[in-house]
């Protein structure tokens, strides 16, 4: 099976399947990048719910300009919250008073983040999670490794994994907060299937919001795969990377997704929930991506304006 759609074949597609499964996704932001865009009212549906990246170094006073310029312009901001890069207690409670007063914002990611030392208190999403600072919020995401991670679990297992996701699946039957695992983005349908189902098996039934890249070229994908520490799918872009004709097409998910869209099609029951994309070639080339796939749902909030 191929692991791409480079536009050079045609594969057969149930488009219907693949609008339902996109249906209510998310996109992941930076301050940086969301500068770009002159108004997201012109690429994104009205509502969708845009994470953004808190990139150590990143100002706070940033995040939050970011997190209310979304609010404003009608979507609903979820900021990561990376235990690591959090020196102490009381800086965490003046981010969430900050968020909160400024950007009414009700949703927040959970993630240990990509550094190796902590600034201070903090190392985990369990310990952010404890500290009853969100409660009220609406929801509370927590991050995903389908293909596991070497940060976690350095012999290659996911012993570490499996049970803080069991912790959390307990802190979520305690809490009014809606909860779900927002994964890595990945590029194959059948460990995903399989990593969903091994949850599932294990009793973990928190919904998946699985991480999906973005339409963009192939040596920026391997960029990014590198820096995020994707594993097996790393040595897949490795390999076609070698091939010069491919290096130079366009990925895009079509695929990926439609078989994860035929999947949840036949097992209704199955653990995803919905798409989370991040958009490693451009917001834009992304959003343009998801227009073209996902249907009426996937209607920008200016064009859907002008419809009424």
């Known amino acids: 099976m191929a692991l791409f759609n480079f536009r050079r074949e045609a594969p ?7 609008e339902a499964f996109l249906r209510g996704y998310s996109i ?3 301050p940086r990048t969301a500068e770009k865009v002159e108004d997201f009212r012109e690429l ?3 509502g969708t719910r845009v994470y953004i990246a808190h990139i150590e170094g990143t100002p706070i006073e940033e995040m939050v300009a970011t997190a209310a310029r979304l609010r404003r312009e009608g979507y609903e901001p979820m900021p990561h919250f990376p235990a690591r890069i959090i020196p102490d207690r009381a800086t965490l409670a003046d981010w969430i008073t900050r968020y909160r007063g400024e950007a009414d914002v009700r949703q927040a990611l959970m993630l240990a983040g990509g550094v190796a030392k902590p600034a201070g208190d903090f190392h985990s999403s369990m ?5 009853e600072l ?6 509370l995401h927590v991050a995903g490794h389908p293909e596991g991670n070497r940060d976690i679990d350095p012999d290659g297992s996911d012993r570490n994994v499996i049970e803080a996701l069991r912790w959390k699946q307990a802190f979520s039957q305690r809490t009014d907060a809606r909860m779900a695992i927002a994964t890595q983005f990945c590029f194959e349908a059948q460990p995903v ?3 969903v189902n091994r949850l599932q098996a294990e009793g973990i039934d928190l919904p998946v919001h699985i991480g999906v890249a973005g339409p963009g070229k192939l040596q920026t994908l391997l960029k990014f795969a590198i820096a995020c520490g994707v594993g097996p799918s790393l040595g897949v872009l490795q390999k076609r990377a070698k091939d010069v004709t491919k290096l ?9 997704l439609s078989d994860l869209a035929a999947h949840k099609a036949a097992h209704p029951d199955f653990g995803i929930e919905a798409v989370h994309f991040f958009p490693l070639g451009g917001i834009k080339t992304n959003a343009t991506w998801a227009i073209e796939n996902g249907g009426r ?3 920008p909030a200016a064009q859907e304006k002008d419809q009424q």
Do not use: N
């Open 248 to 256: 130079l097409l366009p990925f895009e998910p079509t695929e990926f």
């Open 193 to 195: 299937i399989a990593w």
């Open 12 to 18: 057969a597609l149930d488009k219907g399947q693949l």
């Open 127 to 131: 310990q952010l999670l404890e500290t």
């Open 28 to 30: 992941e932001v930076m």
């Open 297 to 299: 749902a996937a209607v």
């Open 134 to 139: 969100f409660d009220g919020f609406e929801r």
């Open 44 to 46: 994104l549906p009205a």
